[in-house]
């Protein structure tokens, strides 16, 4: 019992030792501070947003005018090899430009070189699209050159994604185009090994037929039964004398065999007779 009491008293004297402190409410101030913190942040949210918004902007309008320049400026233009050439061209000499900013070496191309005006000065719209993409005619040495100018490496960042995109357009069209003439041709080799298979099968239908009739001839022909020659037909001799039939007739006489008086008949049967001889 006494035990029992120290321990209450224990605990009582614990308690009022360390009180229990109800939560507090968080104050004015840092309140405050952190609706101003999440405004902040809303804030630079908004801005960054805005700016991305801003930034697309500029580049969708210098995007249009590269697409443009391209359809229908280029590929409407000249023939469809000759463009896809000209806008490969376009590509490597912008991608040499990004790839090596600092080198001024790749900043410029010569238009009298063979393969630059087959492929950029002679077509319409490829020359145009290259003073796009920062190019400025100059003359070095007496040397007419197209020369990059740096403070377009943005436009020609831009133009060359533009060309990539209808290279890519381009290429697909092309193979679709040859997976369609692919179908159609083999849908003619389809066609004509069809008819030559039905020519042939009519050729062996016709062959076995003709083999089945000639045996059947010949199997006929095996079974017809030989005739014998015809009977050589005899004429009846004739009695001499005279008489009387059953009816009562009178048949009149007839001059005995060999009497002088021949007749026709009798020559013929004579003939008969030196025959059978």
Same mark, same amino acid.
């Given at each position: 019992?006494?035990?029992?009491?120290?321990?209450?008293?224990?605990?009582?004297?614990?308690?009022?030792?360390?009180?229990?402190?109800?939560?507090?409410?968080?104050?004015?101030?840092?309140?405050?501070?952190?609706?101003?913190?999440?405004?902040?942040?809303?804030?630079?949210?908004?801005?960054?947003?805005?700016?991305?918004?801003?930034?697309?902007?500029?580049?969708?309008?210098?995007?249009?005018?590269?697409?443009?320049?391209?359809?229908?400026?280029?590929?409407?233009?000249?023939?469809?090899?000759?463009?896809?050439?000209?806008?490969?061209?376009?590509?490597?000499?912008?991608?040499?430009?990004?790839?090596?900013?600092?080198?001024?070496?790749?900043?410029?191309?010569?238009?009298?070189?063979?393969?630059?005006?087959?492929?950029?000065?002679?077509?319409?719209?490829?020359?145009?699209?290259?003073?796009?993409?920062?190019?400025?005619?100059?003359?070095?040495?007496?040397?007419?050159?197209?020369?990059?100018?740096?403070?377009?490496?943005?436009?020609?960042?831009?133009?060359?994604?533009?060309?990539?995109?209808?290279?890519?357009?381009?290429?697909?069209?092309?193979?679709?185009?040859?997976?369609?003439?692919?179908?159609?041709?083999?849908?003619?080799?389809?066609?004509?090994?069809?008819?030559?298979?039905?020519?042939?099968?009519?050729?062996?239908?016709?062959?076995?037929?003709?083999?089945?009739?000639?045996?059947?001839?010949?199997?006929? /022909?095996?079974?017809? +039964?030989?005739? *014998? @020659? &015809?009977?050589?037909?005899?004429?009846? %001799?004739?009695?001499?004398?005279?008489?009387?039939?059953?009816? /009562?007739?009178?048949? +009149?006489?007839? *001059? @005995? &065999?060999?009497?002088?008086?021949?007749? %026709?008949?009798?020559?013929?049967?004579?003939?008969?007779?030196?025959?059978?001889?």
């Amino acid at each position: 019992m006494d035990t029992t009491e120290d321990n209450t008293n224990a605990t009582i004297a614990v308690t009022a030792t360390n009180p229990v402190t109800p939560p507090t409410a968080p104050s004015a101030t840092s309140l405050a501070d952190a609706i101003e913190r999440r405004l902040h942040q809303q804030r630079e949210e908004s801005t960054a947003h805005s700016s991305r918004y801003s930034a697309f902007d500029q580049d969708h309008e210098k995007r249009q005018e590269f697409r443009r320049l391209i359809e229908p400026g280029i590929l409407r233009r000249n023939p469809k090899h000759i463009t896809t050439e000209a806008l490969r061209i376009l590509v490597k000499l912008s991608d040499n430009i990004i790839e090596h900013p600092d080198d001024t070496k790749y900043y410029k191309f010569k238009p009298t070189n063979e393969k630059i005006k087959t492929y950029l000065v002679d077509p319409k719209g490829t020359l145009e699209y290259a003073v796009a993409l920062g190019f400025r005619p100059e003359v070095e040495n007496f040397q007419p050159f197209y020369v990059f100018q740096k403070r377009f490496l943005n436009d020609l960042k831009i133009g060359n994604a533009i060309i990539r995109e209808m290279l890519e357009i381009e290429d697909a069209k092309q193979l679709q185009q040859e997976k369609a003439r692919a179908e159609e041709k083999a849908a003619r080799e389809a066609v004509k090994d069809k008819v030559k298979q039905a020519f042939m099968d009519d050729r062996k239908s016709t062959a076995s037929r003709l083999e089945r009739e000639a045996i059947a001839r010949e199997a006929k /022909g095996s079974l017809k +039964p030989t005739s *014998p @020659p &015809p009977a050589r037909a005899t004429r009846a %001799a004739r009695i001499p004398g005279s008489g009387q039939t059953l009816t /009562g007739e009178v048949v +009149p006489e007839t *001059p @005995p &065999p060999h009497s002088g008086h021949h007749t %026709a008949d009798d020559e013929d049967a004579e003939e008969d007779d030196e025959d059978e001889e």
